[in-house]
């Protein structure tokens, strides 16, 4: 995790995982291992937005950037655009192949912006090179370091990731889930839906 800063115009100072916003380009990328088809399925449902790999690509590149750590598969990437030169450097492609969807969350109405978010998991073995260097980090984030579950909730957090935390520390073991939440706030409601699943209000 790591920390915005403070003249951030969207949750300043607050502490959030690596992720932004899915590019213009990110559609043009090829993963070099796909998303596994369940994962690729919870993706598609209500969903009217970016295609399953170009939100897995979106996530692999925010995560290049913000932290310097690489999700990839070692393979030869000569014609890598600009924004993935160094990816391509280390010798990787990105790759989805162990990366599991595993959150939903479309924020409330009214902070100066809205986003509708997809959290992914996946194992930090999956991950190239040295976990606790972020050297190639650009500065969006401060303070970049693993946090132990147990104690991530007492940093200064955005609802919706506290929720995510909460489902993440009840998980057994890093697999594609068999349903995934959806916290989908509307105008005039909010509900905690499942995706392939019951759907409830959220209390």
Known sequence: MGQRGSKAAFMPNKFVFPGGAVDADDSAIPLAKPLVQTCHARLLEDNSGPSPETLAVAAIRELWEETGLILGAPEEWQDAPKDWSGFAKAGFRPSAEKMYF????????????RFDARFFLVD???????????????????????????????????????????ELAALREIQPPASVPFFKNQDEESLFLRLNGSEQQYQ
């Open 102 to 113: 595993f959150f939903r969350a479309i924020t409330p109405p009214g902070p100066p912006r």
């Open 124 to 166: 930090a073995d999956q991950l190239a090179g040295d976990l606790d260097d972020f050297s190639g980090a650009s500065d969006e984030l401060s303070h970049l370091q693993w946090v132990p579950l147990d104690e991530a909730r007492a940093l200064n957090l955005p609802f919706i990731t506290s929720i995510v935390l909460g």
